[in-house]
């Protein structure tokens, strides 16, 4: 099993630990009720996770739970449920149960779970300590790593959280052998930003072993096993890149925006086509090659980088196309990004692969120029 340690200061208030572990292994959720007893966390859990995750994943973690005292909660499926609404559920079930201090949450389940499970652990008895547990690959490689928890706002996505860790990040990656491929593809994205924001060899081993980074892969013992080999190196490289860089911004003051490579573009496809058309890993495919091609014509990286880059993506099965969406509307909706900050939309553009910058005031001529060069009309 992969170790990976996310340095963070102790609290000022009482010097609590807060650094925490990334466990990454293969075949290994039913071992997890162990390392909880023997780190003497908790005298009572409640398991938050959907009926989905919980059908196929819950009685393996439960098992190893012999010796606490545990109860789970089910929340219905879907970004729309990551809300104030549920959250106040989750508050109700963790009263219903005479949650304390000495409680303990686990996260079982994709982003939403996380952000949600996450969210509750914060804000109830003003914060208990919770462990995620991610089973999507966006949930394993980013949402369950570096503490942002939160729900949504009617009038915009995770407008409500805190920052607040967990205390342990479990991940079993033979839980991705159950995922739909179009859910794999989106954690993918997700993947191939880490290879290009900071880590060319790791860019370079994606390259080498996209041939497992399929849902077929999973289909015959063989290739199961040499893939699952790969997606454990995969995730934890993943993680190791993550938590690095949240150790050195945990509350996202400068650097911690690298890790938006792609997603100003792609939360403007994602928002004009009403979260509808492309999903976050696709849409954040979109941006990266977009963001690859405006760091070209700002002279930064060279032809053959961007084009290694739409390659990979390529052949992962993520859109590098943007499919005549309207450049001008894209461009509009960029002025309305969470990343505009004083009035100046910041961009992450790569000088090479494994080296972005941050970069303000890109001329909108060079923006409009990449869309088009991406599919825009
Ligand atoms: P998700 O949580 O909605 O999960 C997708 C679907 O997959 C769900 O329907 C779930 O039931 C199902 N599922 C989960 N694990 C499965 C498995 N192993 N096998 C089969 N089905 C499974 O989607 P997501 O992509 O994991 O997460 C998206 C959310 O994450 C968004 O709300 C986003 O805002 C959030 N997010 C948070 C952060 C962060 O830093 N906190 C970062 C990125 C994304
Ligand atoms: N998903 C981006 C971050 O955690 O900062």
Redesign the pocket.
């Known amino acids: 099993m992969a170790r990976i340690k996310v340095e963070l200061p102790a609290s000022p208030a009482g010097g609590k630990e807060r650094s925490y572990d990334i466990l990454v292994g293969i075949d290994s959720l039913a071992d997890l009720g162990e390392i909880i007893e023997k780190l003497s966390w908790c005298q009572d859990i409640l398991i938050i996770t959907d009926p989905q995750v919980n059908n196929l994943y819950g009685d393996k973690l439960r098992c190893g739970l012999k010796n606490i005292k545990n109860s789970t909660i089910e929340v219905p499926r879907g970004e729309r449920y990551k809300n104030l609404q549920t959250a106040s559920k989750l508050y109700d079930a963790l009263a219903k149960n005479s949650a304390h201090r000495d409680s303990m949450i686990i996260a079982l389940g994709g982003g939403v779970i996380g952000d949600l499970a996450g969210f509750a652990a914060a804000t109830y008895m003003r914060g208990i300590r919770y462990v995620q547990v991610p089973t999507t690959l966006l949930a394993q490689v980013?949402?369950a790593?570096?503490g942002?928890t939160g729900v949504n706002h009617p009038k915009c996505k995770n407008l409500i959280g805190s920052f607040y860790q967990p205390g342990l990040v479990f991940i079993d990656v033979k839980t991705l052998t159950t995922l739909p491929a179009r859910e794999l593809r989106t954690g993918l994205a997700e993947v191939v930003k880490y290879g290009v924001i900071e880590d060319a060899d790791f860019f370079k081993f994606l390259e080498a072993n996209s041939h497992h980074l399929n849902t077929k892969a999973f289909e015959a013992p063989d290739t199961l096993r040499a893939a699952l080999k790969v997606w454990e190196i995969i995730v934890a490289e993943s993680a190791k890149i993550?938590a690095k860089i949240?150790a050195r911004d945990e509350t996202?003051q400068g650097l911690?925006m690298i890790?938006?490579f792609g997603h100003t573009i792609g939360h403007a496809i994602e928002t004009l086509t009403k979260y509808y058309a492309y999903n976050h890993g696709e849409a954040v495919a979109i941006g990266m090659v977009a963001a690859a091609k405006i760091a070209r014509h700002l002279d930064l990286l060279d032809k053959e980088s961007v084009q290694r880059i739409v390659n990979l993506l390529d052949k992962v099965g993520l859109a590098t196309q943007a499919g005549g969406l309207s450049a001008r509307k894209v461009v509009q909706a960029l002025g309305i990004d969470k990343k505009v900050i004083k009035g100046k939309l910041r961009f992450v553009v790569p000088e090479k692969i494994g080296k972005v910058v941050i970069k303000d005031n890109i001329p909108t001529r060079i923006i409009t120029q990449a869309l088009l060069e991406t599919g825009c009309k």
């Open positions: 980013d949402a790593i570096g942002k993550k949240v996202e911690r890790l938006n």
